[in-house]
């Protein structure tokens, strides 16, 4: 029998506006929390909002709107005003989480404390999402995503160094935030239930974008030095004879493999070719190679071909196409609001629990009458807290059998708040990004930057499990755990006969989540598929780039992925402490990337408008770009608004130009871009881009210089909010390591910290200490291989 849905005891009380808040509230919303939406009077600015600008009528709402807002209900409060706060604090007395906007330009007047809500209802938690945090030198500081983007380093290396550095499209970043958020959220929740105290947190979207949209390059910076330089991956999207094709090759084996398969067997063989950024060095000369296959193929002749050879492939999907595309179609991913557009459903699925029902949007205020009266009845009681850990997760034992990015992202956070996480790697195959990005010498496993950032706060063990011994002892791990985690390919775990049946007979407590990039189901299961896949199928990269060239985001879909995970798995264990039972967890990487990229599926539904990329522009902002200044550097801004643009105005002297009254709406600014642009360019370029950026920001207008991503520190407001945090790793020595773009009042996630395990590291600890193997077994398992701690091919 299905479980209720899992958050149904969850009271939420969302203030917040756009996009990652609202996000954030759908999420748990999906999963069955009741959700109040307080909005100011006027409401929620995106019920005003399109990305193609179409004309709604008074009183029509969005789609946008529509999609992140079904099924909450609507009340109208001014909290500046005595009665609107009143109303506020009524209704967070009887939430468990507050969610609010944080941004520098809302009144203090506007906005509610965590010592007021606490006041009336200790368990309360807020949760504040803001562009660089609630506090620090730069809290007060203008930013939009888009500038963000600039600040954190993920505009400067994306692109082709003659053509300039291009950001992200689609507002991922605020996406990307929302999945955050949710999860501080319930993490804050479960603390509270532990307790009875709730706490405030304050999440970062500079923090958030540094996580999902940069490459852990602070510490690729540490390990190398040096400028990170603008690039492509390559292979990447290359164009096919009927349109675009979507490539990756992640492993050695699969870039030799893709050379193959263009007939440039002597390119396999080339050792200046085997890194990603000595292609690079050589683009022409690859490109030449690759184009002189690719353009002789169709798309759907490269995927088959290149999946026959285990290399990861896809179509680069709009919002069009990818309502066509079998593998969706089949797996039913989108669903109809009650509005009438199509949109992704939730991107996980439990065996047990189903999401909750899709309703409609509410209109503005509507539930006003209902909700007020609610507000007669007594406060619900609360149980008694059942104290211990602040930490929620504290006593869960995760076996993390995840490997490169999303899925040990994902266990890691497991492990900050709280969880024991034993991460499960072999000599034979140690987890791939111990070698991505990787400094070369003797031990270069475990110099992967990569895998530092995604592998904190574990233990580490290797097990062969082709052996029957080695499975034996994984099984016995599994026994005592509350979660097994992986993200292989669909066909794997089948093969090692770890199936649900078979685990779920073993331990019928334990929650498995598979996180394979296609799912467990549909045409496309067993095919590879990392980040970039992703990205490319689900439209993320339609809308990234030039606009003759789409470019993938490059890595966002594995954190936010594996964030999607955390939080499923989080809904998982409410489902399991109300039925007492496990159960089976699906996270599709896929799906999450779809639900990131819902606006182009639901503007082509909604309105028959096919977004796509525009550069630097952006349908949120005009002007909006990246502009080269003295001595080589780039600065981003963006112009959100007549306020804004006449504070730009005066911060470049109120030249003649800018003065023409056409352009003091955003659609005689938008009409004009190319002219604005020729004279921002010429004002950029006899200044340096700090310079630039401080006359803007001065005048509040959001701008940022672009970052070389290497050189992200020192930066006052990561050190203020304490970002990262430095441990001492046995063989990297002391290193920084960040945290999650989010500080909790009442707990600290780097409390107790561990570095990322070296290989093996805690096998006599665990294989030993735990399941009680001597040393001579221990030392016979070593011999055998089926233990280690070097890779086989250095053994």
């Known amino acids: 029998m299905a479980a209720p849905w899992p958050l149904s005891g969850l009271r939420v009380l969302d203030l917040t506006v756009e996009i990652a808040g609202p996000y954030a509230a759908k999420m748990l919303l999906d999963a069955g929390a009741s959700v109040v939406k307080l909005e100011p009077p006027g409401g929620d600015p995106l019920r005003r909002w ?60 506007a906005r509610l404390t965590l010592g007021e809500l606490q006041q009336r209802n200790p368990r309360t938690s807020l949760v504040s999402i803001s562009p660089f945090g609630c506090s620090g030198p730069w809290a007060e500081r203008p930013a939009t995503e888009f500038t963000l983007q600039a600040q954190a380093g993920s505009t400067a290396y994306r692109g082709l160094p003659e053509r300039g550095p291009v950001a992200a499209g689609g507002r991922i970043g605020e996406w990307g935030s929302g999945a955050y958020i949710a999860v501080g959220a319930l993490a804050a929740w479960l603390s509270a239930r532990r307790t009875g105290r709730g706490q405030h947190v304050d999440v970062s979207m500079f923090e958030s974008i540094i996580s999902s949209m940069t490459i852990y390059h602070d510490i690729q910076g540490t390990f190398f030095g040096g400028d990170l330089a603008q690039s492509l991956e390559t292979p ?56 002189a296959f690719t353009k002789q193929h169709t798309v759907a002749e ?68 209902e909700i007020r009266a609610e507000l007669t009845h007594a406060l619900p009681v609360e149980l008694a807290p059942e104290g211990g850990d602040t930490l929620p997760l504290s006593g869960l034992r995760v076996v993390d059998l995840t490997a ?232 981003a801004l963006s112009v959100v608004d007549e306020e804004q643009w006449a504070a730009m105005r005066g911060a470049l002297g109120e030249p003649d130009w800018a003065r023409d009254p056409t352009l003091q709406s955003e659609s005689g600014r938008r009409a004009a871009h190319d002219a604005i642009d020729t004279q921002l360019a010429a004002w950029c370029a006899e200044r340096h881009a700090d310079a630039v950026a401080d006359s803007l920001l001065a005048a509040g207008v959001p701008a940022a210089p672009l970052i070389n991503a290497h050189h992200l520190m020192p930066n006052p407001q990561l050190e203020h909010r304490g970002f990262f945090s430095e441990l001492e790793h046995p063989i990297v020595g002391r290193l920084r390591y960040p945290l999650a773009p989010m500080r909790f009042s009442g707990m600290d996630l780097a409390a107790g910290r561990t570095p990322p395990p070296t290989l093996g590291q805690h096998n006599d600890a665990i294989l030993g200490g735990e399941l009680g193997l001597d040393a001579q077994a221990l030392e016979d398992l070593r011999e055998r291989q089926i233990i280690g701690s070097r890779p086989a091919f250095d053994t």
């Open 404 to 635: 490169f990015w999303a899925g040990p992202v994902a266990t890691s956070m497991l492990a900050d708040l709280g969880a024991d996480v034993i991460k499960v790697e072999s000599i034979q195959r140690p987890d791939g990004m111990r070698f991505s990005g990787n400094v070369r010498n003797d031990v270069m496993w475990e110099w992967g930057a990569i895998y530092h950032g995604a592998n904190p706060g574990k233990r580490g063990i290797t097990l062969k499990l082709d052996d029957d011994e080695g499975m034996a002892l994984l099984k016995r791990l599994i026994a005592d755990a509350d979660l097994l985690i992986d993200n292989f390919s669909a066909r794997v775990m089948e093969h090692f006969g770890l199936t649900w049946d078979h685990m779920h007979a073993l331990n019928p407590n334990l929650i498995q989540v598979r996180m394979p990039a296609w799912g467990l189901e549909g045409p496309w299961r067993d095919r590879v598929g990392f980040a970039p896949s992703v990205e490319q199928a689900s439209g993320l990269a339609w809308v990234t780039g030039y606009e003759d060239l789409p470019l993938i985001v490059r890595g966002a879909c594995d954190p936010i992925g594996g964030m999607h995970a955390v939080f499923a798995v989080l809904t998982a264990l409410e489902v399991r402490r109300q039925t007492g039972e496990g159960l089976f967890v699906e996270v599709p990487l896929v799906e999450p990337g779809l639900n990131i990229a819902a606006e182009q599926v639901i503007e082509f539904t909604a309105y028959g408008e096919l977004l796509t990329r525009t550069g630097n522009r952006g349908p949120y902002a005009a002007p909006q770009g990246v502009y080269r200044c003295r001595e080589g550097g780039f600065v």
């Open 236 to 291: 990447s999207i290359e164009p096919a004879s009927d349109g675009w094709v979507g490539l990756c090759t992640y492993t050695g084996q699969q870039w030799k493999d893709f050379c193959v398969m263009i007939g440039r067997v002597e390119m396999a063989k080339d050792k200046r070719l085997f890194d990603g950024a000595a292609r690079m060095e050589h683009l022409a000369f690859v490109q030449e190679a690759m184009h």
């Open 50 to 109: 399109t990305a193609s600008h179409q004309e709604l009528a008074p009183d029509q709402d969005g789609a946008l709107f529509q999609y992140l807002n079904a099924g909450k209900r609507s009340i109208v409060a001014d909290l500046t005003r005595e009665t609107g706060r009143a109303l506020a604090l009524d209704l967070a007395a009887r939430s468990d989480l507050v969610i609010e906007t944080a941004d520098p330009g809302i009144a203090p007047e």
């Open 302 to 369: 490269i995927i088959e071909l290149a999946s026959l050879m285990r290399i990861p492939a896809a179509p680069i999907g709009t919002g069009e196409t990818v309502l066509r595309f079998d593998h969706f179609s089949e797996r039913e991913v989108f669903e109809k609001n009650p509005a009438g557009f199509l949109q992704p459903r939730v991107p996980y699925q439990l065996s047990s629990a189903a999401p909750h029902p899709l309703g409609a949007a509410p209109r503005l205020d509507q539930h006003a009458e």
